[in-house]
């Protein structure tokens, strides 16, 4: 109980001295506590093809250092809860066993001190998108060596580490908007220094647009940017707003990128939107290496509701591999963004593991959301961001919070698949059935064929497809159930239960593991 007491009365003065030397102006001393590593590994990614990215937003992930949490109140919706770097980094194990390959964690700048409260309800900059200081870190994040141990021990384990950076705008009334020379910096639709009307001049939500078609703030953002990457030896960017940044910048940083991170940093952008073909500017110009597919999510809750023909969805998935040579597509069921997949699904278990198997057996980088592989429901904005659910388990900010195991073996045995099989990751894409409700596809990448089936009906489906010529002279199992399948006169015999999908394979040799 002392112990307690001290450790309490501690962090209040670490908050306190804080707050008297301006909210973050001074760094508070490191934090005694240190993350114990057990050093769960796994065989890394071959190329950012064959990746499984997992997304945090820290501040809602583990709380280990108590020292750090300045401004926390874990009851709002809109407040920061107290998430941090070592406490990502203690729980890496988690993401390594469940075989995640890279990780994707918000901004981590120092952000401004202040709430915007213009939502109903006090809301902070725990997301890490609302910048005061491109310099500097946000102590309630962690430190530069924090960040540094976090690369280090999840590089230990095989796991890439993707840091989100935003270009395009600073925070409401950060430091930038309000020093005397901000009307150089910023676009901040006050009067003699108005907001655009186009993508690129425009102030997104209000938010102060910085001029980056001037040479000297160009330098000094990515300078900050590829500087920290560079100290931290990231494996590379996921890049915020990027069709409200012109293409110009975009080829500058790509070109400074290679110059001073090596031709290996991957840069994953957001284009509200974007698809295989609104993507494409920035992939003809190699501006990007891969860009996110707003498209996946509604294509994929709109099939699996019954609503639309399965001949259409099929041609959907067949046209996402008209993505550009050498450039990739990243596929998610949830986001910061938008109300995720389960939410929607009305909390559909059954229905939400036919999104996930169509997620993992699509062209394409599958990008996990915080706890939606344990059955997070999260809801609409703020409530996608809700905290990561630990249940029994001490952990804050999330202890109590209901998690799905079952759910999470689920996960882990999918990416298992998606891994050992490279046709799923890289193969052409093929229909089989399109007919009802059931949908059957071959994804073939010359060295091996993996059959899908997907039933999204009220009632068990059956059909006789002609065998795979990859597969003759062996036997055929179902990889998601783990058993042999009934092969008669050269006809692969399909039968799905009601909403549920299979993943055939040829038995021996069992696909290669990335």
Known sequence: MGCMKATVFKSMLMALTWMLLGGGCATPPAPQTQATESFVSIKPQQGWADAILYFVLIDRYVDLDLTNDYQVDRAGKGTFHGGDLPGLQAHLDELADLGVTAIWINPVVKNIDHYVD??????????????????????????????????????????KVLLDVVYNHAGYGSSYATRPDADRWVRTGRKGNPCGEDDVTMCVAGL????????????YLMHAHLGRAKRMALDGFRLDTVKHVSH??????????????????????????????????????????????????????????????????????????????????????????????????????????LCAVLQFASLGIPVIYYGEEVGRLGGAWPDNRSDMPWNGRDILPGKGLPRDEDMRSFYK??????????????????ALATEGDLLVYARDD????????????????????????AWKGGGVRDALCDSMVSVEEGNLQVNVPARQARIYVWDQGGGDQP
């Not at 102060?208 to 330098?219: H, M």
């Not at 009220?458 to 497809?465: E, F, I, K, Y």
Request: charged share 25%; aromatic share 14%; proline share 3%.
């Open 118 to 159: 213009e939502v109903g309800f006090p809301d902070w900059a725990y997301h890490g998108y609302w910048a005061d200081d491109f310099t500097r870190l946000d102590r309630r994040f962690g430190t530069e060596q924090e960040l540094r141990e976090f690369v280090t021990a999840a590089h230990r384990r095989g796991i």
């Open 248 to 353: 110009a910048f975009w080829q500058q940083h790509r070109r400074r990128c290679r110059q001073e991170l090596g031709g290996d940093f991957f840069l994953l952008g957001e284009v509200w939107g974007g698809d295989e073909e609104v993507l494409d500017p920035w992939f003809e110009n190699d501006e990007l290496d891969a860009g996110f597919d707003f498209s996946f999510q509604g294509n994929v809750l709109s099939f699996v509701q019954g609503r639309g023909r399965t001949i259409a969805f099929s041609r959907y998935l067949e046209r996402r591999h008209r993505v550009r040579t050498g450039h990739l597509l990243a596929q998610f069921l949830s986001s910061h963004d938008v109300p995720g997949a389960l939410y929607q699904l009305k909390g559909n278990k059954d229905l939400f593991k």
């Open 413 to 430: 045995h999918l990416i298992s698949i998606r891994r050992g099989h490279s046709a799923l990751r890289h193969g052409a894409y093929r």
């Open 208 to 219: 102060p647009d910085f001029k980056t078609e001037d040479p000297y703030v160009a330098d």
């Open 446 to 469: 010359g060295k091996e064929t993996v059959v899908v089936a997907v039933n999204r009906g009220s009632s068990a489906a059956t059909m006789s497809v002609p065998l795979q010529s």
